[in-house]
């Protein structure tokens, strides 16, 4: 039969085939994808020692709210980092919210905007932390700057500078310290330096 | 590095990126619309009011006009088949002009609120920490929020970047408008 293919024939099954074999390629790619992105949750809950959990709410045709969360003590700090997505229609919202609680919570409330990686931007609400290595790679914005630099001591500033590029909302309400950002954790670093801020800033003495 | 803006430079960022000037604020703070921010919420949402009357014009006239049309193509004696298509055509055309034009009155109703609110001269006082959120839509733009003492305010992306996530401020509204905002 195949001897009985003109060449023209010969060259549109192999084209057929060519493009079946890349349809699958994309294929398994994109499912290798989804899977290495959902195997960074069990792996970083087995890295801190917490345990994992995933949530699904509302219905099929109506708003539905997915939620991944880590959850546990590390060191003897609670910490609880849970990412949402909400989805209404055509609007979908993401977010990740690490927390922790502070080991000395000190009576004061106050949020701090952090920016990293794009470098500092003159604001009114810009707080330089007097760590020049620092200041040229995050910037936060806050309006209790004294607090804001109580909050971010060396080891908490480590942690902020290995977060990846964008824009986070750390809070402190009490002794309850939450960094928040909206967008899907993709790696493994994506939960680690997030629990790691949040831990860090635990340990930190905000008068 | 340069320096940080003061208060004052600030505020002037805030209203650039707003449309609203030193004068407005002013006169927000005393609880007063400055006039172009009367004339401006007048006429917030009437042109969508006058688009949706177009429509319920445009679909009965093509609707009606088309099934005219139809009708005038038929040999007597006309089949029902056709007479169906004719129906068809003239009942949507009329059910969609219908459903235009009432929601071209809930426009209309929505104006006459927001005009009734604007004519009363005076704004509302929103304080707190603001809250930002960008929340993003499949197929069309990203749109950026800002909620200050239990109010959401829909803003562009400049007055977004500017306002500070978690930081005090005032906000003077009205109707679901953001008129002005200072830090505070």
């Given at each position: 039969m195949l001897l009985a293919m003109s060449t023209y024939e010969m060259q549109q099954w192999a084209m057929i085939v060519a493009g079946g074999v890349v349809f699958i390629g994309i294929v398994i790619a994109i499912v290798r994808f989804l899977r290495a992105q959902d195997a960074i949750w069990p792996a970083c809950a087995k890295k801190f020692g917490i345990a994992f959990r995933e949530e699904d709410g509302g219905s099929f045709t109506g708003p539905s709210t997915r939620s991944k969360i880590l959850e546990g003590n590390v060191q003897g700090t609670p910490v609880r980092l849970v990412f949402t997505h909400e989805q209404s229609g055509r609007m979908h919202r993401r977010g990740t919210r690490a927390h922790a609680r502070a080991y000395a919570p000190a009576q004061r409330a106050f949020n701090v905007q952090i920016e990293r990686g794009y470098g500092f931007q003159p604001h009114f609400h810009a707080v330089p932390t007097g760590d020049p290595a620092f200041d040229r790679i995050v910037q936060m914005k806050c309006d209790v700057p004294d607090a804001a630099r109580a909050l971010v001591d060396p080891n908490v500033r480590a942690a902020l500078a290995a977060l990846p590029v964008g824009e986070y909302a750390l809070s402190y309400d009490r002794g309850e310290i939450c960094l928040s950002f909206g967008?899907?954790?993709?790696?493994l670093q994506d939960l680690e330096i997030p629990l790691h801020v949040v831990l860090a800033s635990a340990r930190a003495r905000v008068a | 590095m340069m320096p940080a803006p003061n208060l004052q430079a600030y505020v002037d960022q805030l209203g650039r990126a707003h449309g609203f000037g030193r004068e407005h604020l002013a006169m927000n703070r005393a609880g007063r619309l400055h006039p172009s921010q009367t004339s401006r919420g007048r006429r917030s949402g009437i042109g969508c009011a006058v688009f949706l009357v177009l429509l319920a014009i445009l679909t009965i006239l093509g609707g009606t006009g088309g099934a005219a049309f139809f009708y005038s193509t038929?040999?007597?004696?006309?089949e029902r088949v056709d007479m169906n298509a004719v129906y068809a055509m003239a009942g949507a055309g009329v059910l969609l002009s219908l459903v235009f034009a009432a929601l071209a009155v809930f426009q209309f109703l929505s104006v006459g609120k927001r005009r009734r609110q604007y004519d009363g001269g005076g704004c509302a006082l929103a304080e707190g920490p603001a809250s930002k959120t960008r929340v993003r839509h499949s197929r069309s733009p990203d749109t950026f929020h800002i909620e200050v003492g239990g109010h959401s305010f829909t803003v562009g992306a400049a007055l977004f970047d500017l306002v500070t996530h978690g930081a005090g401020y005032r906000v003077y509204h009205l109707a679901g408008d953001l008129l002005s905002l200072e830090p505070g």
């Amino acid at each position: 039969m195949l001897l009985a293919m003109s060449t023209y024939e010969m060259q549109q099954w192999a084209m057929i085939v060519a493009g079946g074999v890349v349809f699958i390629g994309i294929v398994i790619a994109i499912v290798r994808f989804l899977r290495a992105q959902d195997a960074i949750w069990p792996a970083c809950a087995k890295k801190f020692g917490i345990a994992f959990r995933e949530e699904d709410g509302g219905s099929f045709t109506g708003p539905s709210t997915r939620s991944k969360i880590l959850e546990g003590n590390v060191q003897g700090t609670p910490v609880r980092l849970v990412f949402t997505h909400e989805q209404s229609g055509r609007m979908h919202r993401r977010g990740t919210r690490a927390h922790a609680r502070a080991y000395a919570p000190a009576q004061r409330a106050f949020n701090v905007q952090i920016e990293r990686g794009y470098g500092f931007q003159p604001h009114f609400h810009a707080v330089p932390t007097g760590d020049p290595a620092f200041d040229r790679i995050v910037q936060m914005k806050c309006d209790v700057p004294d607090a804001a630099r109580a909050l971010v001591d060396p080891n908490v500033r480590a942690a902020l500078a290995a977060l990846p590029v964008g824009e986070y909302a750390l809070s402190y309400d009490r002794g309850e310290i939450c960094l928040s950002f909206g967008r899907d954790p993709s790696s493994l670093q994506d939960l680690e330096i997030p629990l790691h801020v949040v831990l860090a800033s635990a340990r930190a003495r905000v008068a | 590095m340069m320096p940080a803006p003061n208060l004052q430079a600030y505020v002037d960022q805030l209203g650039r990126a707003h449309g609203f000037g030193r004068e407005h604020l002013a006169m927000n703070r005393a609880g007063r619309l400055h006039p172009s921010q009367t004339s401006r919420g007048r006429r917030s949402g009437i042109g969508c009011a006058v688009f949706l009357v177009l429509l319920a014009i445009l679909t009965i006239l093509g609707g009606t006009g088309g099934a005219a049309f139809f009708y005038s193509t038929l040999r007597e004696p006309v089949e029902r088949v056709d007479m169906n298509a004719v129906y068809a055509m003239a009942g949507a055309g009329v059910l969609l002009s219908l459903v235009f034009a009432a929601l071209a009155v809930f426009q209309f109703l929505s104006v006459g609120k927001r005009r009734r609110q604007y004519d009363g001269g005076g704004c509302a006082l929103a304080e707190g920490p603001a809250s930002k959120t960008r929340v993003r839509h499949s197929r069309s733009p990203d749109t950026f929020h800002i909620e200050v003492g239990g109010h959401s305010f829909t803003v562009g992306a400049a007055l977004f970047d500017l306002v500070t996530h978690g930081a005090g401020y005032r906000v003077y509204h009205l109707a679901g408008d953001l008129l002005s905002l200072e830090p505070g």
